[in-house]
DNA sequence: TGCCAGGCCGGGT
DNA sequence: ACCCGGCATGGC
C-alpha cells in the first residue's frame, strides 16, 4: 500500500466526495457511452446516448442493426462521429458475435482473457477497455486516462516518458486490489482533473497541492 | 477567435 | 520502436 497514493486519494474524496461513476444506466449504455467519449467531453456523449435510448436502441442485437449511416446522425454530436459509428459497430458486432449479446456471460470470462479480447476489437484500445472492464463489468482493472498521466507525472511520481502500463502498475500495486476503491479513485482524478488538470496546471485550489515537488508542477523534458 | 475535451488508428521514419 | 496527423462537434 504506498502512503502517497492513499493520502492523494484521502484528500480527493475529502474535496469531492463519492462521484458515483459510471453515469449510465445499464453495462450496455456504459460500454457505449465508452467508445463515444473517446478524446470528447461527457456532455456531447449524454445528446447522443439520449438519441440512442429514444428509438430504443440501447440494446446489443437493436443496435448492432441499424445501418452505420443512421448510426453517425444518431451519434453526430459526439464529434469523430464517422469513425467512431464504424468503431461502435464492431464493438457490437463482438457482443453479438461472441456472446449473443449477453454481458452477463461476457463478464463471466477471466479479466486477463476478456481484456485480450476487447483489446482485439477495432476502436477499443487500452482506456476504453479497462473502463469497460471496470465500470461495466465490475472487475478490478485500474482505468488510466490523459488525466491521470498529468497528475502522476507533473507531482514526480513517475517520469513524462511512462506509458500506460507503467502507469496501471504503479496504481495496481500500490493499491489494494479493489472494484470500488479503483472506481472511486479513477473518477476522483477525472474531477481533479477538469478542475485542475488541463493542459494547463490550474494548481491554486487544488486539492493535491500540498503534495507536490517544491517548484510546484513539474514539466516534460 | 482559438483551444480543449474521460483516444485510437494508420502511415511514415 | 517512436512520432505524428486525422478524425469533428460543442462549450467557454
Not at 29 to 49: F, H, P
Request: aromatic share 10%; charged share 25%; with cysteine.
Amino acid at each position: 500500500m504506498d502512503s502517497r497514493l492513499k493520502e492523494a486519494y484521502d484528500r480527493l474524496f475529502a474535496a469531492y466526495g463519492p462521484r458515483h461513476w459510471w453515469p449510465a444506466d445499464s453495462p450496455f449504455e456504459v460500454i457505449v457511452g465508452a467508445v463515444l467519449v473517446q478524446n470528447t467531453s461527457w456532455e456531447n456523449v449524454r445528446k447522443a446516448i439520449g438519441n440512442l435510448r429514444e428509438n430504443d436502441l440501447l440494446e446489443p442485437h437493436a443496435l448492432r442493426d441499424v445501418p452505420v449511416e443512421e448510426l453517425e446522425e444518431l451519434i453526430r454530436p459526439v464529434g469523430y462521429y464517422r469513425v467512431k459509428a464504424r468503431r461502435l459497430r464492431h464493438v457490437l458486432d463482438f457482443l453479438v458475435d461472441r456472446y449473443d449479446g449477453d454481458l452477463e456471460a461476457m463478464f463471466q470470462t477471466n479479466l486477463r482473457e476478456l481484456r485480450q479480447q476487447l483489446l482485439g476489437v477495432h476502436g477499443i484500445g487500452q482506456e476504453t477497455a479497462d473502463s469497460i472492464l471496470l465500470y461495466a463489468g465490475g472487475m478490478p482493472t485500474f482505468v488510466v486516462d490523459a488525466y491521470t498521466y498529468r497528475v502522476v507525472t507533473r507531482h514526480g511520481w513517475l517520469d513524462f516518458d511512462a506509458d500506460y502500463d507503467a502507469i496501471q502498475d504503479y496504481f495496481q500495486s500500490g493499491l489494494p486490489e479493489d472494484v470500488q476503491l479503483y472506481n472511486e479513485y479513477h473518477a476522483l482524478l477525472v474531477e481533479v482533473g477538469k478542475r485542475h488538470c488541463r493542459k494547463k496546471p490550474i494548481c491554486l485550489g487544488c486539492p493535491l497541492a500540498e503534495l507536490l515537488p517544491e517548484g510546484g508542477p513539474l514539466e516534460p523534458e
